[in-house]
């Protein structure tokens, strides 16, 4: 803990947890995490480093607790909220292996992801909006045999769930000893998932490599010490992490979250963070910018989650420095500053320092464009091996680097006018985007049809999301799916473009 456990050791600064100790030792007094100030489940948490130090214990200590030992994997499901990170935190914390799930996940989806895994407990919220995330959570538990506990933020939660919002409460805890004999930073601490043409496969982490991830994104984008910064982003993929999570704990600052967008809310946050840094997704940039809501900070991040997008990307001429976040599925990421012309710079070829401009920067990451005419990439965050360990043999989807170490993104690029760098100009093989949702359509067609034959469900372009689901199907298509699992991005095709119709 903060108070009372003295400073972290040389190798545990390597590690996320590690990080963050470092800063509230530093300031335990100021503010480090805030929600949105429109949560309609509860009031808003503002929690500052020593409170959050607190709950991040009580979180590693409930686990502990329970039984579970280190390298336990635990799945986590809440929103962009204070609860997220301090559960990510006190999973890495209390030992274990973290395995963040996005919101829109569904019992289809969660189950199928986390088969190979064996996780050992899934912490949720009591509901997310409009959905009981944690009935779904129960239910993938009961088709999991390896879940043996249900963890939930939140009212009135179900028989047999543990709570957890009493750690915001709780005095200190003294946590039993959970380090490492070994470099702690060599250790998998989060898995995400990249769909692959035999599903949902884990994407390995270790401290290492994340931090990694998000120091090429904190070095580019030039973030000061102590800033505060406002994200749209969840600390749901690897994107989300080196995007938000990760810059915030090397800066020190404060976070403040924004979960599922309100205008009236976000733009409220960017007032009060006056003079820091927001972090949003690309394509949404230039409608915030054209509000004139955005002149008071003094950074911006735009996360791009389908990097063809950047191609086509509007000038920027904003007076705040503009970063923009090339994201690879959960392959890596490449940060580049906007320059004099307000556009997108190109992927670098060969080393990515960090930042670009320096040229004894540390080298991150490393790209090449294949024979195929597509980007692969190796370096310092990308991941190294399949996990767990002998699924290459389980029959399972699994992730897995060529023999030279560099992992083929599948995203079709073509040189610049220098020959120095390339421009994106194409999706991976096979999936389709929906805001930040990756989907290989012809398998969830497919699934589709097997519960509707008359059911078509197909991909349109979208001015925001880049693309869009639309389905006809029978009347009840979308409640079937709905039923069975299905993400909500699948089951509400067929419900809006009824509407849609009827309209």
């Given amino acids: ?33 805030c929600d949105a100030p429109h949560r309609a489940d509860r009031a808003p948490r503002r929690l500052t480093f020593a409170e959050a130090d607190r709950a991040i214990s009580g979180v590693a200590s409930r686990l502990r607790a329970l039984g579970l030992m280190n390298d336990s994997i635990v799945a986590i499901q809440l929103g962009n909220t204070v609860e997220s990170v301090v ?50 959570a129960m239910h993938v538990a009961a088709e999991l045999f390896p879940v043996r506990h249900v963890c939930a933020f939140g009212k009135d939660l179900p028989d047999g769930v543990v709570p957890l919002d009493d750690v915001f409460e709780a005095p200190r805890t003294d946590l039993a000893d959970a380090s490492r004999l070994d470099n702690p930073a060599a250790h998998v601490a989060v898995i995400t998932f990249e769909v692959g043409s035999q599903g949902y496969a884990a994407v390995a982490r270790s401290h290492a490599e994340l931090v990694a991830g998000g120091l090429a994104v904190f070095l580019e984008s030039g973030l000061p010490s102590d800033a505060a910064l406002l994200s749209t982003i969840p600390p749901s993929t690897f994107g989300g992490l080196c995007a938000t999570l990760t810059p915030w704990l090397l800066s020190g600052g404060s976070l403040h979250l924004h979960h599922g967008f309100d205008a009236e809310a976000f733009f409220d946050q960017c007032a009060d963070i006056a003079g820091g840094a927001v972090i949003v997704p ?48 959960e392959i890596a990421v490449c940060a580049g500053a906007r320059g004099d012309d307000g556009m997108p710079a190109a992927i670098p070829l060969g080393a990515v320092h960090a930042p670009r401009a320096e040229a004894h920067g540390p080298t991150l990451l490393e790209t090449i464009r294949t024979r195929a005419g597509t980007l692969a990439m190796r370096g310092a965050m990308v991941p190294k091996m399949p996990f767990p360990p002998g699924i290459e043999r389980s029959g399972s989807a699994f992730f897995a680097p060529e023999e030279d170490g560099f992992v083929r993104t599948g995203f079709v690029c073509r040189l610049n006018e220098d020959g120095q760098g390339v421009v994106i100009t194409g999706t991976a093989d096979g999936l389709a985007s929906v805001g930040g949702y990756s989907f290989r359509a012809a398998d969830i067609e497919a699934r589709v049809t097997k519960i509707d034959a008359q059911a078509t469900l197909t991909t349109v372009p979208d001015a925001l999301l880049g693309q869009r689901l639309a389905g006809e199907g029978r009347e009840r298509t979308s409640a079937f799916l709905q039923a069975l699992g299905f993400n909500p991005l699948v089951s509400g095709a067929f419900r809006r473009r009824k509407a849609a119709d009827a309209a």
């Fill in 282 to 329: 690309g394509p949404v940039l230039t409608p915030l910018a054209e509000t004139g809501e955005l002149q008071g900070l003094s950074h911006v991040l735009a996360l791009w989650r389908a990097p063809e997008r950047m191609a086509v990307a509007t000038p920027w001429q904003g007076a705040a420095a503009l970063t923009d976040i090339a994201c690879f599925g």
């Fill in 87 to 136: 559960a990510l935190l006190g999973v890495l914390r209390a030992g274990m292996i973290a395995v963040p799930l996005p919101v829109l996940w569904r019992q289809l989806e969660m189950v199928n992801a986390l088969l190979p895994l064996g996780p050992k407990a899934i912490i949720t919220a009591g509901r997310i909006g409009a959905y009981a995330h944690v009935d779904i």
């Fill in 1 to 33: 803990m903060i108070l009372g456990d003295g400073d972290p050791t040389d190798g545990d600064l390597d590690t996320l947890d590690g990080l963050f100790r470092r800063a509230g030792v530093r300031r335990p007094d100021v503010l480090a995490l």
